[in-house]
Nanobody
Framework: QVQLVESGGASVQAGGSLTLSCAIS????????MAWFRQAPGEEREGITA????????SYADSVKDRFTISRDTAKNSLLLQMSSLKPEDTAMYYC??????????????????????WGQGTQVTVS
C-alpha cells in the first residue's frame, strides 16, 4: 500500500511563499494521478491542483491559479506544491492524494476528492 506523507506546512505572513512536499513511499502506478487538496475549519475539502501523465497535464482551481504550482520531483519521488502571494484565506490543512487515474472526461486531472483513493495525513498552513 502506497503511503503519502506531507511536510513543509508553516505559519507565514500574507504575501509570502511556501513549498509543501508530499513524500511517496514507493514508485507505483497508483500515483499516476496526484493532487493537492485543502480544508479549512468548518469548510468542505477543496481540490486546488492536480497533475497527471508525468506532469503533462495539470489542473488548477481558480482560487490558486497563477499563485500555486504543482510539480513532481522524480528524483525524490515526491509531489511538490509551490505557493506564492499567500493570502489569509489560504489558511488550511493541506493534503496530497493519489490515484491510478483520476482524469475527467476533458482529459484533465480532476479536482474532485472522491476520485482519489490514497491520502496523506495533511500539513497545516497558516497565513496571517
Amino acid at each position: 500500500q502506497v503511503q503519502l506523507v506531507e511536510s513543509g506546512g508553516a505559519s507565514v505572513q500574507a504575501g509570502g511563499s511556501l513549498t509543501l512536499s508530499c513524500a511517496i513511499s514507493e514508485r507505483s502506478r497508483n500515483t499516476s494521478s496526484m493532487a493537492w487538496f485543502r480544508q479549512a475549519p468548518g469548510e468542505e475539502r477543496e481540490g486546488i491542483t492536480a497533475i497527471w501523465s508525468a506532469g503533462i497535464r495539470v489542473s488548477y482551481a481558480d482560487s490558486v491559479k497563477d499563485r500555486f504550482t504543482i510539480s513532481r520531483d522524480t528524483a525524490k519521488n515526491s509531489l511538490l506544491l509551490q505557493m506564492s502571494s499567500l493570502k489569509p484565506e489560504d489558511t488550511a490543512m493541506y493534503y496530497c492524494a493519489a490515484d491510478p487515474r483520476a482524469v475527467a472526461d476533458s482529459g484533465l486531472p480532476t479536482l474532485r476528492s472522491e476520485w482519489y483513493r490514497i491520502w496523506g495525513q495533511g500539513t497545516q498552513v497558516t497565513v496571517s
